[in-house]
């Protein structure tokens, strides 16, 4: 396992290594996998990419594991896949992400940009408005986000009035010139793809600023419960967060995977949809590895294509084509308490598509995914 419990992503990769650690628990409560206990090694790569790589090959030439969970920003996706392949390995990534990419080495178990960004600009252009401003990190994620977001806003006849990053260990004057900006355009909505630490920092300075929510939303796929659990009181009330999974949910299969999180690690521990999606691949992996019975990738993979699994957001299956996930997307909007109110959520899985093969902002059927939802 490689989250990082340290460095400006650790919030969230904390409640994703906590989910991981639940699943594993489970598991070996129900007595392991073929009669063996799952027995997690875990490192922390600070969210830097070098330490990534650095420590993949560590567990793997090392510690002779063949089977990695773990990364958050992708541009530590990108630093240990190529370790991982280098030593056929296989990662189980459990963020979402860009898009553009396949690793034959890699499941991908969060939302690809059809599954939230999609669904995002639905909602936003009906809700809100199509006059955008975007606002990112300074990585690889916000950028790619962007280009196909832009993409999306003009394919809708919208309009992107400016894109800007600030650093990902940002400072005071980063978010003057965010507020200038809004106050420049002053967009219909505020697209971020900020994440990690400085998120905090920047709904703070929207909500300084004076800027309303209902008129003009930060509309993100990374402000999940782990960042707004970072944040004052308030700072995120009203905004908006586009993700196939919410601590808030209803279903009798959310709530019971919240519970034991709770359970486990106390009250207030965030349980975002990367958290969800961390823990419902380890329970997919150990289906592979009690029917494979050995964790050879290749056997695993073998196992892993087309298999499903009845996750807290519903059911989830790998589509062998590209070995992501299908997904149910959701609409939150934070309300007051700092718990999302799910505002819009398709009565569909969601194919992934990370190539965009199947570009149509108004056609979700032949996407759809047939399988009920929990
Ligand atoms: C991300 O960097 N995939 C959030």
């Known amino acids: 396992m490689l989250f990082s419990q340290s460095g400006v992503t650790a919030a969230i990769e904390r409640s994703q290594l906590n989910a991981t650690l639940l699943a594993i628990d489970e598991i070996n409560a129900a007595g392991g996998v073929n009669g063996r206990p799952i027995e997690p090694v875990m490192h922390d790569p600070a969210s830097n990419p070098k330490r990534y790589a650095e420590l993949g090959e560590a567990l793997i030439d090392r510690d002779g594991v063949r089977v990695i969970f773990g990364c958050y920003m992708s541009s530590t996706r990108k630093a240990l896949l190529p370790v991982v392949e280098a030593r056929n390995g296989l990662l189980f990534y459990s963020t979402l992400y860009e898009g553009f990419e396949y690793s034959p080495r890699c499941i991908y178990s969060g939302a690809a940009p059809n599954q939230n960004a999609l669904p995002l600009l639905k909602y936003l252009l009906e809700a809100h408005g199509n006059r955008f401003l975007l606002v990112g990190s300074n990585y690889v994620f916000p950028y790619e986000s962007n280009r196909v977001m832009s993409d999306l806003v003009v394919s809708a006849k919208g309009r992107v009035l400016?894109?800007?990053?600030?650093?990902?260990?940002?400072?005071?004057?980063?978010?003057?010139?965010?507020?200038?900006?809004?106050?420049?355009?002053?967009?219909?909505?505020?697209?971020?793809?900020?994440?990690?630490?400085?998120?905090?920092?920047?709904?703070?300075?929207?909500?300084?600023?004076?800027?309303?929510?209902?008129?003009?939303?930060?509309?993100?796929?990374?402000?999940?419960?782990?960042?707004?659990?970072?944040?004052?009181?308030?700072?995120?009330?009203?905004?908006?967060?586009?993700?196939?999974?919410?601590?808030?949910?209803?279903?009798?299969?959310?709530?019971?995977?919240?519970?034991?999180?709770?359970?486990?690690?106390?009250?207030?521990?965030?349980?975002?949809?990367?958290?969800?999606?961390?823990?419902?691949?380890?329970?997919?992996?150990?289906?592979?590895?009690?029917?494979a019975d050995t964790d050879a990738p290749e056997a695993l993979l073998d196992a892993l294509k087309g298999s499903e699994y009845?996750?807290?957001?519903?059911?989830?299956?790998?589509?062998?084509?590209?070995?992501?996930?299908?997904?149910?997307?959701?609409?939150?909007?934070?309300?007051?308490?700092?718990a999302f109110e799910i505002v819009w959520a398709p009565p569909v899985g969601i194919k992934p598509d990370p190539y965009f093969l199947s570009p149509s902002i108004d056609d979700w059927s032949s996407l759809a995914f047939e399988s009920r939802r929990a």
């Open 162 to 291: 400016n894109e800007i990053y600030i650093p990902l260990e940002p400072g005071e004057k980063d978010f003057e010139r965010f507020v200038r900006e809004v106050r420049k355009h002053e967009p219909d909505v505020i697209f971020s793809t900020v994440v990690g630490a400085g998120t905090a920092q920047l709904y703070q300075a929207y909500r300084e600023a004076g800027f309303d929510p209902a008129r003009m939303p930060i509309a993100s796929l990374t402000t999940s419960e782990a960042e707004i659990a970072q944040m004052e009181p308030g700072d995120a009330e009203g905004h908006i967060t586009s993700a196939p999974f919410f601590e808030s949910l209803t279903t009798s299969s959310a709530r019971s995977f919240v519970s034991a999180f709770k359970l486990k690690y106390g009250h207030s521990a965030p349980v975002a949809a990367s958290a969800e999606a961390a823990y419902f691949q380890v329970h997919l992996f150990a289906r592979a590895l009690a029917s």
């Open 310 to 338: 009845d996750a807290p957001q519903g059911r989830v299956k790998i589509e062998p084509e590209n070995n992501h996930t299908y997904l149910w997307p959701k609409i939150g909007r934070v309300g007051a308490d700092g």
